[in-house]
């Protein structure tokens, strides 16, 4: 039994590895996807910049006419939550339905399960690099110079993208096997869009161990924080370590598990 569970770890792993050799496949694929999307449109894949751009303005007029909030420190902290809460909405909502909507993929060709889980990575990736020109817009209206400690922001998309990736085959299978997981994750990640410090700062609230126990709160910060010119504190990075960690190897565990039986549930 020992040896079995060895051989699934090996044979998961194995995939991952196989799913990143074909890199060109999914990089297309998910290029593919956005492009078809909104085809045939005027705008085209900008659709998204622009939604989410009436998105951070209708919020940003809102904090400055109820919450009377100064539009010079709003708007760049709003629109860099937005931003990155959508990056991380958007990985986890769509993990969900990873090989329920390439069922038909995953039937009729032989190729690594991890192919698909890269795609929405990219794909999410490539939106969020959309997203990010609004946060470019805000800032040089509203004369935000971050400097050289913006970089560190990118450390904090990996970290968004590396443990999405991983989460995916554990929200990925479980919505292949039980189809309310969808559902369910997407109501959860409306709750979690006002439980975390996206439009509101961890600095209002009394009672600190409402946001030191949210996850979310840490990998908005770590990519929030350097876009607005302030360092993340360390023990941001320790804890995102630690998360990546952990995520990293139950998801693995588990996808060892359930590798074999995806193509039943579908």
């Known amino acids: 039994m020992k040896f079995y569970s060895l051989a699934r770890i090996v044979a998961a792993i194995g995939d991952l590895r196989d ?47 109820i919450m009377n909030q100064r539009s010079e420190d709003s708007f760049p902290y709003i629109s860099a939550g937005i931003i990155v809460f959508y990056f991380i909405s958007a990985l986890i909502n769509e993990g969900c339905n990873v090989f329920i909507e390439t069922s038909r993929s995953i039937l009729q060709i032989k190729a690594p399960f991890s192919i698909y889980v890269y795609q929405v990575a990219w794909r999410n990736l490539l939106i969020f690099l959309h997203n990010i020109t609004i946060y470019a817009v805000v800032a040089v ?10 970089f560190l922001s990118i450390i904090g998309v990996f970290a968004i993208v590396l443990n999405g990736f991983f989460f995916t085959f554990v929200i990925g299978g479980l919505g292949a096997r039980f189809r309310d997981v969808p559902l369910i994750c997407t109501n959860l990640m409306q709750v979690a869009f ?31 924080m350097p876009l607005l010119g302030q360092m993340p504190p ?27 039986r995806i193509p039943y549930w579908l």
Request: charged share 10%.
């Open 141 to 150: 209206l509203f004369k935000v110079n971050p400097g050289y400690v913006a």
């Open 234 to 260: 360390a023990m941001i990075w320790i804890v995102i370590a630690a998360i990546t960690c952990v995520n990293a190897i139950v998801s693995v565990l588990f996808f060892a598990r359930i590798r074999p």
């Open 194 to 224: 006002f439980l975390s410090p996206v439009f509101w700062k961890a600095s209002q609230i009394q009672n600190p161990l409402f946001v030191e126990f949210n996850p979310f709160y840490y990998f908005l910060e770590a990519v929030r």
């Open 19 to 65: 799913g990143l050799k074909q890199s060109e496949l999914w990089l297309t694929l998910g290029w593919h996807d956005i492009r078809q999307r909104y085809r045939r449109s005027l705008v085209g894949p900008f659709w998204i910049t622009i939604s989410m751009g009436m998105m951070i303005a209708g919020l940003g007029y809102l904090t400055n006419g």
